[in-house]
């Protein structure tokens, strides 16, 4: 599986799920974002996801099609 770090900026307390798909270049725009959180394609800490804009804050971890995510704080 590929991993990812993701680090928030100094800023940002979250971020929200379908940006966070988009910032990492996991899907293409907005749009697919919406789609494969809508059809369940994305695991939140183990979880299936069904919040388009949940808020993802450090420790959390996405998974999407073979690719997992570790959102960590600004440092």
């Known amino acids: 599986m590929k991993r990812i770090k993701f680090q928030l900026r100094a800023d940002d307390e979250y971020i929200q799920l379908i940006q966070l798909l988009?910032?990492?270049?996991?899907?293409?725009?907005?749009?697919e974002a919406q789609q494969v959180v809508v059809e369940g394609m994305v695991i939140r800490n183990?979880?299936?996801?069904?919040?388009?804009?949940?808020?993802?804050?450090?420790?959390?971890?996405?998974?999407?099609?073979?690719?997992?995510?570790?959102?960590?704080a600004a440092e």
């Open 22 to 31: 988009k910032a990492v270049n996991l899907v293409y725009n907005g749009a």
């Open 46 to 72: 183990g979880e299936v996801e069904l919040r388009k804009r949940a808020k993802i804050i450090p420790g959390d971890v996405i998974e999407f099609q073979g690719t997992e995510v570790e959102v960590v």
